[in-house]
């Protein structure tokens, strides 16, 4: 007899638990699940082509965010950034900048 009530309270137990993970649905997405840029991130701006691009051209502000940073150009194919300099990724162009002045200075083309 004393199995059957164990049997029976864990029984209860479990649907218990089970009844407040389902109340309280899936979990929340990541925070950068969204997100994209140097490591795979998701660009949001206007579309700006890469022949639109000119060297020592200033980056508009929109894109000087850290949403366009590249922190992974090892993955890219590209250089490492000279001190003072950081890697944007822009609608699949990579453009090289000074932190400076926000200059471009070197303009990789990703796309045609």
Do not use: E
Request: contains cysteine; charged residues 15%.
């Amino acid at each position: 007899m004393n199995k059957r009530m164990i049997a029976q309270l864990i029984a209860v137990c479990f649907s218990g638990v089970s009844a407040i993970a389902i109340a309280a649905g899936p979990p929340p997405p990541p925070p950068d699940a969204g997100a994209t840029g140097g490591s795979g991130r998701m660009q949001v701006m206007p579309s700006i082509p890469h022949r639109d691009w000119h060297k020592g051209q200033r980056v508009p502000t929109d894109y000087r965010d850290h949403i366009f940073a590249l922190d992974d150009w090892r993955g890219h194919g590209l250089n490492a950034p000279p001190r003072g300099h950081r890697w944007l990724g822009v609608n699949g162009d990579y453009i090289l900048v000074s932190t400076n002045n926000w200059t471009i200075s070197t303009i990789v083309p990703g796309t045609q």
